[in-house]
């Protein structure tokens, strides 16, 4: 047995031990995935029944007429020891997050992954390298693996598709995707992602983003449900001058689900990040949008923008029933929906404060954060929540407007008393339309509350 084999057997044996997904794990507990045994797959990797010239897995090329040098592409086989090593030399670990269970049943399934790299050319500072990158079925079970890697000051607008061709694969795909991201000091990269799944289809990707100082990351997703669908993207800003904007198009047909998560790590000073979706839901489908900001201590000058947005098709907009007595969960689901104001018939608007967070003690001089709600919504919109915070030396805090602004703004000034200087902002909304309510609800910790 070589470092391969023995790398996919100790992950398969640790979700053996630990398990899958917790029912009530805090960011999947409003859509829970479907079970490990349906992404792990049979051990014989068989392979799709598509054509041979179909096109399976990753293809790369530049967009017309538009440069593309510096590029360094290798597609390698995580079954090879060798190229397994090459394939995921410089990656964090499954770890043991929230998501690391699929992050696990990747290393597990993994069988093939590509490599790119865009490199510095001296006198091109200023130009932008413009790619096209698609992938295509290549098993009914697999997780494919992408790492993008942009030097120092490389400017990339990258045009990645994930749409079922005519003549690839016919039946459903369980598919748990990974996507690594490293951003050079000064790098930018505006990433324009389609996820268009089939209808039976199951489908997880996971975009983990690392931004050196001064780099920038914009992705614009256009995502459509499916029987599963899962959109999460982790963004760590690791460097001074950081900044990332997400922003996304969520489209859910009758009886399809879609997950949409943002998880944001405000490390260093002077970063930002912005978060933006929108929703549109018809008939029976479920939809969740959730974003979570952590701003590190030290972070001054960190600022965070959230603005989540849903529109139902279908259906009236009524608030979800009671909080079933003695489930900690929904009474923390509960108290947030006090701050749901109602508006016009068919429309209903999630107010969502923002909450310190206990922990680390503020550095001599530092006194605390700025936290506060966007206030303003525009007409139209079925479910929505905006949270803006900023944190800056010897700051205070600003009351959200609505429902419960006194009690958040009671509620922080406490926190910071007692030495608090680490921030989280979140939000999420949840909406079923047709047959079932509509029904804005906070995710369990995303510091609702």
């Given at each position: 047995m070589d470092n391969a084999q023995a790398d996919m057997l100790a992950a398969r044996e640790h979700l053996r031990q630990?398990?899958?997904?917790?029912?009530?794990?805090?960011?999947?507990?409003?859509?829970?995935?479907p079970p490990a045994a349906q992404w792990l797959g049979p051990d014989s990797g068989a392979g799709c029944a598509a054509p041979p010239l179909a096109g399976a897995g990753w293809t790369l090329l530049p967009l017309d007429?538009?440069?593309?040098?510096?590029?360094?592409?290798?597609?390698?086989?995580?079954?090879?020891?060798h190229q397994r090593a090459q394939l995921l030399a410089g990656l964090p670990g499954p770890g043991a997050g929230e998501a690391a269970s699929f992050a696990w049943a990747h290393r597990a399934l993994c069988r093939r992954g590509l490599r790119v790299r865009v490199a510095?050319?001296?006198?091109?500072?200023d130009d932008v390298?413009?790619?096209?990158?698609?992938?295509?079925p290549h098993a009914p079970v697999e997780a494919p693996l992408l790492v993008l890697e942009l030097d120092p000051g490389v400017r990339v607008?990258?045009?990645?598709?994930?749409?079922?061709?005519?003549?690839?694969?016919?039946?459903?795909?369980?598919q748990n995707l990974h996507a690594h991201v490293h951003l050079g000091s000064g790098a930018r990269l505006e990433h324009l992602r389609i996820a268009l799944p089939g209808a039976a289809d199951q489908v997880a990707h996971h975009v983990h983003a690392r931004l050196a100082g001064g780099a920038h990351y914009a992705q614009a997703l256009v995502a459509g449900a499916a029987a599963y669908h899962l959109q999460r993207s982790t963004v760590e800003l690791e460097g001074a001058g950081a900044s990332a904007h997400n922003a996304a198009l969520l489209l859910a047909a009758d009886g399809a689900q879609?997950?949409?998560?943002?998880?944001?790590?405000?490390?260093?000073?002077?970063?930002?990040?912005?978060?933006?979706?929108?929703?549109?839901?018809?008939?029976?489908?479920?939809?969740?949008?959730?974003?979570h900001t952590r701003i590190a201590p030290g972070a001054d000058e960190a600022s965070v923008r959230q603005r989540l947005s849903g529109v139902p098709l279908g259906g009236p907009a009524t608030?979800?029933?009671?909080?079933?007595?003695?489930?900690?969960?929904?009474q923390r689901a509960g108290r947030a929906r006090r701050h749901l104001g109602?508006?016009?018939?068919?429309?209903?608007?999630?107010r969502q404060p923002a909450r310190a967070e206990r922990g680390a003690r503020p550095r001599p001089g530092h006194r605390g954060h700025d936290a506060r709600t966007a206030g303003a919504r525009p007409a139209g919109l079925a479910a929505a929540g905006a949270v803006a915070g900023q944190r800056r030396a010897g700051g205070s805090h600003a009351a959200p407007a609505g429902a419960g602004a006194g009690r958040c703004a009671m509620r922080a000034k406490k926190l910071i008393a007692q030495g608090d200087c680490r921030t989280r902002a979140g939000g999420a909304f949840r909406f079923q339309t047709g047959a079932h309510p509509l029904a804005p609800s906070p995710a369990c910790g995303s510091g609702l509350g």
């Amino acid at each position: 047995m070589d470092n391969a084999q023995a790398d996919m057997l100790a992950a398969r044996e640790h979700l053996r031990q630990h398990g899958w997904i917790a029912r009530r794990s805090e960011a999947f507990h409003h859509l829970p995935p479907p079970p490990a045994a349906q992404w792990l797959g049979p051990d014989s990797g068989a392979g799709c029944a598509a054509p041979p010239l179909a096109g399976a897995g990753w293809t790369l090329l530049p967009l017309d007429g538009m440069s593309a040098g510096g590029v360094d592409a290798r597609w390698l086989d995580a079954q090879d020891a060798h190229q397994r090593a090459q394939l995921l030399a410089g990656l964090p670990g499954p770890g043991a997050g929230e998501a690391a269970s699929f992050a696990w049943a990747h290393r597990a399934l993994c069988r093939r992954g590509l490599r790119v790299r865009v490199a510095a050319r001296p006198g091109h500072t200023d130009d932008v390298v413009c790619l096209a990158l698609r992938h295509q079925p290549h098993a009914p079970v697999e997780a494919p693996l992408l790492v993008l890697e942009l030097d120092p000051g490389v400017r990339v607008l990258l045009l990645e598709t994930h749409e079922r061709a005519a003549d690839g694969c016919r039946h459903a795909i369980t598919q748990n995707l990974h996507a690594h991201v490293h951003l050079g000091s000064g790098a930018r990269l505006e990433h324009l992602r389609i996820a268009l799944p089939g209808a039976a289809d199951q489908v997880a990707h996971h975009v983990h983003a690392r931004l050196a100082g001064g780099a920038h990351y914009a992705q614009a997703l256009v995502a459509g449900a499916a029987a599963y669908h899962l959109q999460r993207s982790t963004v760590e800003l690791e460097g001074a001058g950081a900044s990332a904007h997400n922003a996304a198009l969520l489209l859910a047909a009758d009886g399809a689900q879609l997950d949409h998560q943002v998880a944001s790590r405000l490390q260093a000073r002077h970063t930002r990040s912005q978060v933006e979706s929108l929703a549109l839901a018809q008939g029976a489908a479920r939809v969740v949008s959730n974003a979570h900001t952590r701003i590190a201590p030290g972070a001054d000058e960190a600022s965070v923008r959230q603005r989540l947005s849903g529109v139902p098709l279908g259906g009236p907009a009524t608030p979800d029933p009671a909080p079933a007595p003695g489930n900690p969960a929904r009474q923390r689901a509960g108290r947030a929906r006090r701050h749901l104001g109602r508006a016009a018939p068919g429309r209903a608007v999630l107010r969502q404060p923002a909450r310190a967070e206990r922990g680390a003690r503020p550095r001599p001089g530092h006194r605390g954060h700025d936290a506060r709600t966007a206030g303003a919504r525009p007409a139209g919109l079925a479910a929505a929540g905006a949270v803006a915070g900023q944190r800056r030396a010897g700051g205070s805090h600003a009351a959200p407007a609505g429902a419960g602004a006194g009690r958040c703004a009671m509620r922080a000034k406490k926190l910071i008393a007692q030495g608090d200087c680490r921030t989280r902002a979140g939000g999420a909304f949840r909406f079923q339309t047709g047959a079932h309510p509509l029904a804005p609800s906070p995710a369990c910790g995303s510091g609702l509350g």
